[in-house]
């Protein structure tokens, strides 16, 4: 029996001795890689929180895991441009909106959830106080889809004299996301057709009517209009001369307020009808044996991107938790509390988006008509 007793100890010390070599030997294996695409309105928080994540040393069934990420515009992933296929295809997507993942998975690709929402930043109007004084009454009225239409009206064949400004300020210069490659350009539009049918559910008769599309075309050409090359935001700290007012994310306009400021005082204000871009975390979906190992990848980074520590970095990107809302220690907002941001402001009605046919439509007649 002693001996019996003697074999069963040595068998279990061998065992045990077996699991932590091979734990050991698994953990000084490289780490298995997954990638992750980004929106550029997120991607450097992300990279931020990815690589102290990575640096946390995770692990699946004693295999550490890293991710890597890299730049991908919403559009670029729901129009192909990204050509993400059965064989060549990202992990995990960062898109700025659900709305994305909705047309993304229109267009075919298998996306599963794995967090709802990870920030959020609205879209917000905004421009040099010396054009928006003349279409707001000196700020006694909102700038807003109204007033921009009007001024686009009257200056179809004028210049900024027809509103009481100056002839050196030429036409009017309104910018907006690239509306074919950017998620801001796509929402700019929703929130447009919302504003004009005072309607926030767009159906496809609402931005396929004739009368709205005339509405919407001094607006379109209006350059640089939809049609700006690169940041938008960026193209204004250069001053009014490259463009005067915008409707931009909130978070461009608080990375690139200093630098607007510092040509001429900046306006800001938050539209009536509101599309709210909020950062969903979605994996790819397939049957392959290494998908169950993909999905637990994912969610470990879903988990930790949803921590209060890495929540709380985001409004030094000019990004909103997911959850709460910045406060006077978040030096950003403070900063552009003056110029119309707000901790907490009034989000307006949520426009509900049309479907992914009934947007290229309305996208096809913007673009034919640069």
């Not at 890299?70 to 192909?80: I, K, P, Y």
């Not at 990204?82 to 064989?87: F, Q």
């Not at 397939?286 to 969610?299: F, G």
């Amino acid at each position: 029996m002693r001996q019996r007793g003697t074999i069963f100890i040595v068998l279990f010390i061998l065992i045990a001795a077996g699991i932590i070599g091979v734990s050991r030997f698994l953990g000084a294996q490289p780490p298995h890689e997954y990638t992750i695409a980004v929106d550029p309105l997120a991607q450097a928080w992300a990279e931020g929180a990815v690589n102290a994540f990575n640096a946390s040393q995770p692990s699946i069934n004693a295999q550490r895991i890293q991710f890597r990420v890299s730049a991908a515009d919403d559009l670029s992933v729901w129009q192909g441009q990204a050509t993400w296929t059965t064989n060549r295809h990202q992990d995990a997507w960062l898109p700025a909106s659900n709305v994305s993942v909705t047309y993304a998975r229109a267009a075919g690709l298998p996306l599963s959830a794995a967090a709802e929402s990870l920030a959020r930043t609205p879209l917000v109007w905004g421009g040099y106080t010396s054009r928006t004084d003349l279409l707001t009454s000196t700020d006694t009225i909102p700038l807003d889809w109204a007033q921009v239409q009007g001024a686009a009206q009257k200056m179809q064949s004028s210049d900024w004299r027809a509103l009481g400004g100056q002839q050196s300020w030429g036409y009017l210069k309104l910018g907006f996301g690239q509306v074919d490659t950017k998620i801001s350009g796509v929402a700019a539009l929703f929130i447009a057709a919302a504003a004009y049918n005072q309607n926030p559910d767009l159906t496809q008769v609402a931005l396929s009517q004739q009368q709205f599309r005339s509405w919407l075309l001094p607006i379109v050409k209006s350059r640089p209009s939809f049609f700006q090359q690169g940041d938008v935001a960026s193209a204004m700290t250069r001053g009014p001369s490259t463009i005067e007012m915008a409707l931009l994310p909130e978070a461009q306009w608080l990375i690139n307020i200093k630098g607007m400021n510092a040509q001429e005082p900046i306006r800001l204000n938050y539209p009536a009808y509101q599309f709210v871009l909020d950062f969903p975390l979605v994996a790819w979906q397939d049957t392959t044996p290494e998908n169950a190992e993909r999905q637990e990848a994912v969610r470990l980074l879903a988990n930790w991107l949803q921590t209060a520590a890495q929540q709380s970095n985001l409004p030094a990107y000019g990004l909103r938790p997911a959850t709460t809302e910045p406060t006077e220690a978040h030096d950003l907002f403070k900063l552009a509390i003056q110029y119309g941001i707000q901790f907490t402001p009034d989000y307006g009605q949520a426009v509900t988006p049309p479907t992914l046919n009934d947007l290229r439509g309305l996208t096809q007649y913007v673009t034919s008509n640069r």
